[in-house]
């Protein structure tokens, strides 16, 4: 590895470079934590030869350095958010064991890889299923009955639908949060207005459980407490945001409809 850094060029330390910045910026696309971004890019960047990588990590770009015998080459990437894909993340950590273990033996095999990489996606259909009987497994822990379990399960698959038509056309995922909200409130209200089951109020509180920001708020914890503290308050504020659309969609649909979920 040492003969490989005395040898490395400007050019060459340029396309390398590019191709770890590249897989930096696919990390933060797919929702992974800071801490991954920096140890596997530059885990990425010492395999390809370079002596040092040095980043920055902020909620909208990457700014990155090789330094490779006094030469010295900085770059700097936007984010594109393309939401959570955990299989995009082990993909990236998998070639960069490869690139360390001598498997891949250069930059452009890398590349290659990398370029290869798409994100998984579910049937949508099925994603709306398992998000509706989801939703409605929760009303039964809470102790609900099949009939609040039925309700649960229709308006959450309903909502889940309208959630990916938000996303499809690119709306921004606050709109999309209160419009889901609000979508989900209103059918599930139907089993207070209608007296479907022995406690119909559960409906209201477990069809919008599809809506909670577990994943940003978690990465946000992590980041703050591994020193990466802007990105950690701006996952935070991310999520408190997302879960104040919600909320608003809630109210407004209890003000609509005039059912609210504490009501016997």
């Excluded at 594109?80 to 299989?87: K, N, S």
Aim: with cysteine; glycine share 8%; hydrophobic share 50%.
């Amino acid at each position: 590895m040492s003969q490989t850094r005395e040898n490395l060029s400007r050019d060459a330390q340029t396309e390398v470079t590019r191709v770890i910045v590249k897989a930096a910026q696919m990390l933060a696309s797919c929702g992974a934590e800071s801490r991954i971004i920096e140890q596997t890019t530059t885990r990425l960047g010492l395999a390809l030869g370079v002596e040092s990588v040095e980043m920055a990590i902020t909620p909208s770009a990457i700014i990155l350095t090789t330094l490779n015998h006094g030469s010295c080459i900085t770059t700097t990437r936007r984010i594109h958010e393309f939401g959570i894909h955990m299989g995009v993340l082990c993909a990236i950590q998998r070639i960069c064991v490869l690139t360390e273990r001598g498997l891949l033996e250069n930059v452009n095999d890398v590349r290659r890889h990398l370029e290869e990489i798409r994100p998984y996606r579910y049937n949508r259909y099925l994603v709306v299923l398992m998000i509706g009987l989801s939703c409605g497994s929760f009303s039964l822990l809470f102790g609900g009955d099949w009939p609040v379990f039925g309700v649960t399960c229709v308006a959450a698959a309903v909502a889940m639908w309208v959630r990916q038509q938000f996303a499809a056309h690119h709306f921004s995922p606050l709109l999309n949060f209160a419009a889901t909200a609000f979508v989900s409130t209103v059918l599930a209200s139907s089993a207070i207005m209608f007296g479907w089951g022995e406690k119909p109020e559960l409906a209201m509180a477990a069809c919008v459980l599809l809506l909670v920001p577990g994943f940003p708020l978690i990465n946000a914890v992590f980041d703050v407490v591994k020193g990466y503290y802007n990105m950690g308050l701006a996952r935070w504020l991310t999520a408190t945001m997302l879960t104040l659309s919600a909320t608003t969609g809630i109210v407004l649909a209890m003000k609509l409809t005039g059912v609210w979920g504490w009501q016997p």
